[in-house]
């Protein structure tokens, strides 16, 4: 994976980051980086937001099993 330390956090790494899917090394530049970056801590807390809305949204459940219709 590319240094985050060098080059802009996009979304997906932030999203991996959150999802506790970084290995120690690229955590530890994510950590760094947000120490130092009001844009990327900013960036950070807007897919926390948007994470945390989706788990509150109601889960629907399908009267039948639809697998064949698709």
Sequence with gaps: MNDPSQHELDD???SAYLDNELSNEERALVETRLATDPAARQTLEQLRSVSQSL????????????????
Excluded: G, N, Q, S
């Design 12 to 14: 997906e790494l932030l």
């Design 55 to 70: 788990r509150e949204l109601p889960t629907e459940t399908v009267a039948h099993d639809l697998r064949d219709t698709i």
